[in-house]
């Protein structure tokens, strides 16, 4: 059993930032990418950022500049760092990992979401 666990979101307003977190814990043997993708009211799933095992990272170009992901593979743990908010940046944001469990088999793992609402 693997799990991914999201906090860190909330209501902020216009131009303020989040520090999102997302921590895996289970029968984990090792993890690959971790990612954070987002979905708005309406709107499909879309990616935001990856991080690479050995902290190689992508972005997309509606967040470059602004949101800064990394992890700590001590703990098993995602952050995104969200500043200078805009309204359209409001969506539920999930977490994703790759995760070669103790088995030696490889899942795409979800996170549950967690929101983000900013207010104009």
């Known amino acids: 059993q693997v799990q991914l666990v999201e906090s860190g979101g909330g209501l902020v307003q216009a131009g303020g930032s989040l520090r999102l977190s997302c921590a895996a814990s289970?029968?984990?043997?090792?993890?690959?990418?971790m990612a954070w993708y987002r979905q708005a009211p309406g709107k499909q799933r879309e990616f935001v950022a990856r991080?690479?095992?050995?902290?190689?990272?992508n972005y997309a170009d509606s967040v470059k500049g602004r949101f800064t992901i990394s992890r700590d593979n001590r703990k098993n743990t995602v952050y995104l760092q969200v500043n200078s908010l805009k309204p359209e940046d409001t969506a539920v944001y999930y977490c994703?990992?790759?995760?070669?469990?103790?088995?030696?088999?490889?899942?795409?793992?979800w996170g549950q979401g967690t929101q983000v609402t900013v207010s104009s």
């Open positions: 994703y990992a790759n995760i070669l469990t103790i088995a030696r088999s490889r899942f795409n793992f």
């Open positions: 289970g029968n984990i043997f090792s993890i690959d990418d």
């Open positions: 991080i690479g095992s050995a902290g190689s990272t």
